[in-house]
């Protein structure tokens, strides 16, 4: 989902960087960087863990829809690593800080579970736009996510806003209905994007590029491109957790 939303932006000619803090390096994958995955330092973890001795500039690998700052095999050790650090969870913002980038959005790829690599995420980029699955499991997913924001803002004194709740690969189910209806409930005040399944979307991620870049338009392109128009409502110049 986050590469699709970066090239929907990067569609409105917007000026992107794409973080990868997952240590599986799904988006890196996604985005044709497996060589990045399985380079020598310096990488984003020597970034975070030692931020005096790598620069932004030499982090960054260059996509033809956008910047990106890849996920690396020694990422897998950076959550122990952040631990030991007294400012563990600022250095994804230190690192964004020091660099005099000019980026229209910054979109900050999560792992899949709560801990320091999101904590790093929250911190740098506190926009939130949410995925999730119109499955049963998101409910619980969902109520821990808001709640772990809600901690990370009264310890850290920062402001995390929902910007959008997109509800990715929905497939004509029961439960599928069921849940649209209960996100609506859930989260009214967060505008809801529905994106249903596509066989398109992987095929792009298989291809290394968004679907935007690929050589097919698909109905769920739509969808995407209002995500992007709703940020750029908001906000020009920003920072995105997803």
């Known amino acids: 989902m986050a590469i699709t939303l970066a090239g929907a932006l990067?569609?409105?000619?917007?000026?992107?960087?794409?973080?990868?803090?997952d240590p599986q390096g799904n988006g890196t994958e996604g985005l044709g960087l497996t060589d990045a995955y399985n380079a020598a330092p310096p990488t984003l973890f020597d970034a975070l863990v030692d931020d005096s001795s790598v620069s932004f500039d030499e982090l960054v690998w260059h996509h033809d829809e956008m910047d990106v700052l890849p996920s690396n095999i020694d990422m897998t050790a950076a959550e122990a690593s952040?631990?030991?650090?007294?400012?563990?969870?600022?250095?994804?913002?230190?690192?964004?800080?020091?660099?005099?980038?000019?980026?229209?959005?910054?979109?900050?790829?999560?792992?899949?579970?709560?801990?320091?690599?999101?904590d790093n995420a929250l911190y740098a980029a506190p926009n939130l736009v949410i995925p999730a699955l119109a499955e049963s499991t998101s409910k619980r997913?969902?109520?821990l996510l808001f709640d772990y924001?809600?901690?990370f803002e009264m310890e850290h004194?920062?402001?995390?806003?929902?910007?959008?709740l997109v509800v990715n690969?929905?497939?004509?189910?029961?439960?599928?209905?069921?849940?649209?209806?209960?996100?609506?409930?859930?989260?009214p005040d967060v505008p809801t994007f529905e994106v249903r399944k596509r066989v398109a979307l992987q095929?792009?991620?298989?291809?290394?590029?968004?679907?935007?870049?690929?050589?097919?338009?698909?109905?769920?392109?739509?969808?995407?491109?209002?995500?992007?128009a709703s940020l750029d409502e908001e906000f020009s110049t920003t920072e995105m957790t997803v």
């Open 149 to 151: 924001t809600r901690a």
């Open 157 to 164: 004194d920062v402001q995390i806003d929902a910007k959008s």
């Open 141 to 143: 997913s969902l109520e």
């Open 169 to 187: 690969r929905i497939e004509n189910t029961g439960e599928a209905t069921e849940m649209l209806e209960w996100f609506e409930e859930a989260v």
């Open 82 to 118: 952040l631990l030991q650090l007294d400012d563990g969870e600022q250095r994804l913002a230190q690192l964004l800080d020091a660099a005099d980038h000019g980026y229209d959005y910054v979109i900050v790829d999560c792992p899949p579970h709560l801990g320091m690599l999101t």
């Open 203 to 228: 095929r792009a991620f298989s291809s290394g590029r968004s679907i935007f870049a690929a050589d097919e338009e698909i109905d769920m392109c739509e969808r995407f491109r209002a995500v992007a």
């Open 10 to 21: 990067s569609q409105r000619n917007r000026n992107v960087l794409f973080v990868d803090l």
